[in-house]
């Protein structure tokens, strides 16, 4: 929703499932180039509870958004505050300051009601213990996404996504403990 004259707008986006509940905000303020470029303030609030685990996340972000041609790169820095529980052992509490950059091209025949098109997006993430977070990690995911329609009644949507985290230097497996659940 627009907020104001200069273009500045908020976005929320409440989730509820039985294993993911959250809300999430977005602050977006126009850059030199409104078209192009944006800066975003982020928060959010979450809570995990898949079978093995819990976990209640708060978080606070600012990035810039940039768009060039059909690509759009996102460079962030997010503090996230989380208290997590996996079943056996004891909560802990995690503080991650870590930045971030996004890479995602979207191509689709129509911008507002697409029936074709495809979305990659590549994300790069990290924490330090040198900077203040609990744990050191670097984390990696790509997301795709496919429309396809056969028909002018039909669109199936086609998802993938992979990720990987290495935390102190070796795989997550052996520091799974020290890892928070989001």
């Known amino acids: 929703a627009w907020v104001n004259r200069f273009g500045h707008q908020f976005k929320a986006l409440l989730s509820l499932s039985e294993v993911n ?13 409104p078209a192009h470029e944006h800066y975003a303030i ?5 809570r995990l509870e898949p079978k093995r685990g819990e976990s209640f996340v708060k978080n606070v972000g600012l990035a810039k958004i940039k768009n060039f041609h059909s690509w759009q790169r996102t460079v962030s820095l997010t503090y996230q505050h989380e208290r997590y529980k996996f079943y056996g052992i004891q909560t802990k509490t995690a503080r991650l300051l870590y930045p971030g950059i996004t890479f995602s091209l979207t191509k689709s025949n129509n911008i507002l009601q697409p029936t074709q098109g495809h979305n990659l997006t590549m994300t790069l993430t990290g924490a330090s213990t040198e ?9 990696t995911r790509i997301d795709y ?26 795989s997550i497996s052996k520091y799974a403990n020290t890892i928070p659940l989001s």
Do not use: E
């Not at 509940?21 to 180039?33: D, E, H, M, R, V």
């Not at 900077?131 to 984390?139: E, H, I, K, L, Q």
């Not at 996404?145 to 199936?156: A, G, K, N, R």
């Open 21 to 33: 509940t959250s809300l999430a905000t977005q602050y977006l303020i126009p850059g030199n180039k």
């Open 42 to 46: 982020n928060s959010g609030i979450y």
């Open 131 to 139: 900077v203040g977070s609990t744990v050191s990690f670097v984390r």
């Open 145 to 170: 996404t496919q429309l396809l329609s056969l028909t002018q009644d039909d669109i199936f949507v086609i998802r993938g996504d992979y990720g990987y985290v290495l935390a102190h230097g070796n």
